[in-house]
Nanobody
Framework: VQLVESGGGLVQPGGSLRLSCVASGFTFRWLRMSWYRQAPGKERELVAAISSTGDSTNYADSVKGRCTISRDNGKNVVNLEMNSLKPEDTAVYYC?????WGQGTQVIVSS
């Protein structure tokens, strides 16, 4: 099982980023997928999750209205579109399947 995230980087407050996670080694289309994040000195927290078919999503209150999770089961990819980014969104963002974690991608929101 492998989850490989990409798309992180440095962005100014108010900016946008699109994170992607490519999955391999399991039947992606059967599984619920999630994005988590961990800021320095804080616990890892759920950002967003999406059902196996993509018809059900849920978001942390802190990102609701600013983030959109989506998936492409034909390409084994789950994305996290983040808009109106704030400094408090700075964290390492992790892709997660029910049993595995990616290595994370760093997002820094700073002017």
């Amino acid at each position: 099982v492998q989850l490989v995230e990409s798309g992180g980087g440095l962005v100014q407050p108010g900016g946008s980023l699109r994170l992607s996670c490519v999955a391999s080694g399991f039947t992606f289309r059967w599984l619920r997928m999630s994005w988590y994040r961990q800021a320095p000195g804080k616990e890892r927290e759920l950002v967003a999750a999406i059902s196996s078919t993509g018809d059900s999503t849920n978001y942390a209150d802190s990102v609701k209205g600013r983030c959109t999770i989506s998936r492409d089961n034909g390409k084994n990819v789950v994305n996290l579109e983040m808009n109106s980014l704030k400094p408090e969104d700075t964290a390492v963002y992790y892709c997660k399947s029910p049993n595995s974690w990616g290595q994370g991608t760093q997002v820094i929101v700073s002017s």
